[in-house]
């Protein structure tokens, strides 16, 4: 069997195992991951860029390898290859628990359990929960969902489709080194500065690509694109805009606004403040249907572009060695 299909039915698999089963409750590769990357950084921690670039390398480079040794020992046997891709997506995909935590803190809010939804809140993003209402809370559920759609889905699946299993775990390694160090706290503010910056990098394709599926997928497409386009930029984060506004208007809410992390305020620019309305504690059932149809509408762009692409590229092989045959020919 082809390796862009065996690709494509692993992957399919994979996501249909998360949305099926979800994370493990122990022993997730992405948690034993953290722990090793904790590790590192305890011995290479100085307070100084160089030695945060040196972490990310480790860590992410260390993973990438492994995932490099694991596909090539299995690439003779297509059953190995399927379950190698299979286990991988299903590791590094995170849909299932993203859309699990928002709907609980959902249906705390519309019980009207607010104490319940403050509680759950950090199972989510890291928002100071005694700080927001109801509908605060709410508005960072949905901005969460959002965000973490293009982060635990569907950049994994762009990177998938490039680089194979190398591409799945590298991104999530990528992406959880941002999540452990990539914040601007006194300790992290240079170590964390690499970590950060290669997320951001490994995080275009798949935000963009969010954008795009969430201005398809949302009830408002024109509402999308105009809150993509008016406001995207005015996010802090390259990558959070366009995804945090393609949907916001994609629900015909605002998003944005003041946020409190830990004691410490910001104030964000508002997407689609315009023709938005405030978030309330219904829209984080249609914010968490809306990710669950960018996550599957993104596994068919990236499995059929690898297969494109695949295809392409063989196409192009053939050519070049009927060419070599025909000069051969001419010349004898």
């Given at each position: ?6 690709y494509?039915y692993g992957?399919?698999t ?15 590769p ?8 904790g590790a590192v ?5 100085r307070?100084h860029?160089?030695q945060g670039?040196?972490?990310a ?18 690439r ?10 299979s286990?991988?997506t299903w590791?590094?995909v ?5 859309v699990?935590?928002a709907?609980?803190?959902g249906?705390a ?12 809140l ?7 929960p ?5 509908d ?19 950049g994994?699946?762009v ?5 194979g ?5 590298g ?6 080194l941002?999540a ?6 006194p300790?992290y503010?240079r170590?964390g ?20 599926l ?6 408002d ?7 993509w386009r008016?406001?995207?930029?005015k ?5 959070a ?10 629900l ?5 606004g003041?946020?409190?992390y ?25 914010a968490?249907?809306l990710?669950?149809r960018?996550?599957?509408?993104a596994l068919?762009?990236?499995?059929a ?10 196409s192009n092989?053939?050519?070049?060695r ?7 020919g001419?010349t004898t």
């Open positions: 069997m082809r390796a862009d299909r065996l494509a992957a399919a994979g996501l249909l195992g998360d949305l099926l089963l979800g994370d493990p409750r122990r022993g997730h992405v948690a034993a991951f953290g722990r090793a990357a950084e305890r011995l290479l921690w307070d860029r160089g670039a040196l972490h390398v480790v860590c992410a480079g260390g993973v990438v390898a492994l995932g490099a040794v694991a596909e090539q020992a299995v003779r046997s297509p059953a190995a290859s399927l379950a190698l891709v286990a991988a590791a590094v995170g849909g299932s628990s993203l699990r935590e709907r609980a803190i249906r809010l519309e019980a009207g359990d607010v104490e319940a939804a403050r509680e759950r950090p199972h989510l993003c890291g928002r100071d005694q700080a927001l209402d109801a605060g809370i709410a508005r960072a559920v949905v901005e969460s969902v959002a965000e973490n759609t293009s982060d635990a889905v569907v994994a699946l990177w998938g489709a490039v680089g299993v190398p591409g799945l775990v991104f999530r390694a990528v992406n959880t941002d452990m160090v990539g914040h601007r706290s300790r503010l170590y500065w690499a970590a950060a910056r290669l997320d951001d990098v490994a995080g275009w394709p798949g935000a963009r690509l969010t954008a795009v969430a201005t398809v997928a949302g009830g497409p024109r509402g999308a694109v105009r809150a008016a406001d995207a930029r996010h802090p984060s390259p990558n805009g366009p995804v945090e506004a393609s949907f916001a208007g994609a015909g809410v605002r998003l944005g003041t946020l409190s830990a004691g410490r305020v910001e104030h964000r620019p508002v997407l689609n403040g315009a023709a938005g309305r405030p978030v309330v504690a219904r829209d984080i059932e249609r968490a249907r990710s669950r960018v996550g599957l509408l068919g762009v990236t499995v572009a690898r297969v494109v692409a695949t295809s392409i590229v063989a092989q053939r050519d070049q009927n060419q070599g045959n025909q000069l051969k001419r």
